[in-house]
């Protein structure tokens, strides 16, 4: 009985030792699948942050040029020294016009958080991307809320910049679309426009408009370059 009590308990150890290796191994093989599942998804979240960043500098850099012959058009209507011509002015008006917004993908940060995976992220990770996530919310809302604001006032700069027709071809290119003449302003109309108090401070406001869109873009460029120092400070813990 002796031995064969030893025997039982000698099988019982392997099979303890069995099962515990077994679960080591299985463990181990959800670890790896983490791992590559993780710098698939860091991997990707990066790429999605870079491509952003890029959206947010090239709306920066077309706001400063947009503002840029905003001050020219303002210095005319304030009868300050301005060398543009009124075809340049009513070009920069008509510019200005176009409202226009980065784009914005997060499929692959939405895609994360959805599946799960947003939990093999650190910590500090996912602070940032929510930092992020908030700071785009807030973008976009403020977009949303200044373009109802001018919806009124831009369909009267419309007509009055003779912009209908470049509206129209960017649409539809391949039709013709004739501007009734009472919305025609010849440049004595227009610089007598122009000069009016309305119009400045009309003008003045979607100059008003862009600058405050910088500041949002520079407070997303901000959270991108400090998400993107996160993963790349936690990528390899």
Known sequence: MGKYFKYAIGEIILVVIGILIALW?????????????????????KQELNENLDQFNRRTNHLAITNKNLIEVLNFSASANTK??????????????????????????????????????????????????????????????????????????VIKFNSL???????????????????I????????????????????EYYTKYMVEKLWLRELKSTIESALVAIESNSHD
């Open 25 to 45: 191994i299985n463990n181990l093989n959800i670890a790896n699948q983490q791992n590559k599942e993780r710098s698939i998804l860091i991997s990707n979240l």
């Open 84 to 157: 543009k011509s009124l075809d340049s002015l009513r070009s920069y008006v008509t510019d200005a016009l176009v409202f226009e917004v980065a784009i914005l993908n997060n499929s692959r940060l939405s895609s994360a958080k959805s599946s799960g995976k947003f939990s093999l992220l650190s910590e500090d990770i996912t602070t940032a991307l929510t930092d992020y996530e908030t700071s785009i919310t807030n973008y976009i809302e403020f977009i949303n809320l200044t373009n109802a604001t001018f919806q009124k006032d831009w369909s009267q700069l």
């Open 165 to 183: 027709e470049n509206f129209h071809n960017m649409s539809y290119p391949d039709t013709d679309l004739a501007t009734h003449s009472d919305f």
């Open 185 to 204: 302003l010849d440049d004595e109309a227009l610089a007598k426009y122009l000069k009016e108090p309305e119009t400045y401070k009309l003008l003045h």
